[in-house]
């Protein structure tokens, strides 16, 4: 889905909400409108690279939501990777050693980035 209309049909939210939800959307950098026809000029909406890297976290929340939330039929929608054909889920690891993800096997601590009067104390799973 690209088009205004699409989403307001797939979504059956009312015209003036999901104006206002595409907007902020578009103000926040995650998507930007580009225009398809130029007369009369429309315009569809694209995700741009901020878009692109909400996608992990997008499967994470659906992985969630088939675990718990899914009724006993499944869950509403599968994803289906292109190049195996296979459906899949989200798969957290280690960028340097590989292994799994999880609250327990996790410690944070302060980064450059944070004030100094921050202080992290143990990890998600202590």
């Known amino acids: 889905m690209r088009r205004f209309e699409e989403f307001e049909q797939r979504l059956g939210i009312a015209r003036h909400v999901l104006a206002d939800r595409l907007k902020k959307l578009t103000d926040a950098g995650v998507l930007a409108k580009v225009p398809y026809q130029e007369r009369p000029r429309r ?63 996790m410690t944070v601590e302060r980064g450059p980035g944070a004030p100094a009067a921050v202080k992290a104390e143990g990890g998600a799973g202590s």
């Open 43 to 105: 315009e569809e909406y694209r995700l741009t690279e901020k878009g692109l890297d909400l996608y992990p976290v997008m499967l994470t929340l659906l992985d969630w939501g088939d675990k718990w939330m899914s009724g006993p039929e499944g869950p509403p929608v599968l994803r289906r990777h292109k190049t195996c054909g296979h459906v899949v889920h989200a798969v957290h690891t280690c960028s340097e050693c590989g292994e799994p993800l999880d609250a327990r096997s």
